[in-house]
């Protein structure tokens, strides 16, 4: 996709664009293909179950849409309603589940975002299977990405970054994130075309200290460039060591 495409198309073009190109060149949705968007409420996956619903008739295949949302016992979520007409506005049927988090702490266990991810991954792939759906879609962007590559190499010493198409060995689902070739800041463009709210995470445990390091590295880094981060991307996904190319395997227990 060229540069001049680019800075000229309006917001939500460019979100469809790299969403279609990220769907086909990495075979993320095929004929039949049943997709359970984890919709948090946030730009990145309102605007991701915007995407995947406004390309259906374009990209020429047949698949099933649905937006899951899980409510906490930590943050509760004001932007549910709105959220749900939005995605009912789109085709897509929206359903919440109460998930006590902190609750299922065993005593003297400190909460934390692992603990909190886990449960919710556990629940998203246990509802998935319940209800006959055989990909999950999820909001991470170009630049959550790049951010966790340097984690990796960083804090645990290994050369991984996210897969745009990960398949569960242990369960018929798969991981899909169909945002992959979109900056965070093209999203936030779209969110803002499409008047979609940018809500901010009133989480009271936050963003982890590390991520946010990380994000501010990254920036000084590239400069906040796009043509950088997208050659970033490039290095990552080159040759035999693809690290966004298809992977197996299973994290979340059921
Ligand atoms: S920031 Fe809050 S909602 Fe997000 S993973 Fe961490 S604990 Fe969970």
Not at 78 to 99: A, H, M
Not at 181 to 203: D, F, G, S
Not at 210 to 229: E, G, H, L, Q, Y
Not at 235 to 248: C, F, P, R, T, Y
């Amino acid at each position: 996709m060229s540069h001049r495409f680019l800075r000229r198309a309006g917001a939500q073009e460019i979100v469809q664009k790299l969403t279609a190109k990220a769907i086909l060149e990495r075979k993320l949705i095929e004929e039949g293909d049943r997709i359970l968007i984890a919709v948090s409420g946030g730009k990145d996956s309102t605007v991701l179950a915007w995407a995947l619903s406004s390309l259906r008739p374009l990209l020429k295949i047949n698949y099933d849409l649905a937006g899951f949302h899980i409510s906490s016992d930590f943050c509760a979520c004001c932007k549910k309603s709105i959220l749900s007409q939005r995605l009912e506005e789109w085709g897509v049927p929206f359903t919440d589940l109460s998930v006590p988090i902190i609750g299922r702490l065993k005593p003297g266990r400190k909460m934390n975002c692992y603990w909190c991810s886990t449960q919710r991954r556990t629940e998203l792939l246990r509802y998935a299977m319940e209800h006959g759906f055989n990909k999950i879609a999820l909001g991470h962007h170009l630049d959550d990405i790049i951010e966790t590559f340097f984690m990796n190499m960083a804090d645990k010493g290994t050369l991984l970054a996210m897969p745009m198409l990960l398949r569960y060995r242990k369960y018929p689902v798969s991981l899909i994130r169909p945002l992959g070739y979109v900056e965070e800041q093209q999203i936030i463009a779209c969110a803002e075309e499409k008047e979609i709210l940018k809500a901010a995470c009133t989480c009271p445990f936050g963003i982890n200290s590390k991520r946010r390091d990380i994000r501010k590295r990254i920036a000084d880094f590239t400069n906040n460039s796009s043509a950088v981060k997208r050659r970033i991307i490039m290095a990552l996904s080159q040759g035999s060591n693809d690290l966004l190319a298809e992977s197996a395997g299973e994290k979340g227990k059921i």
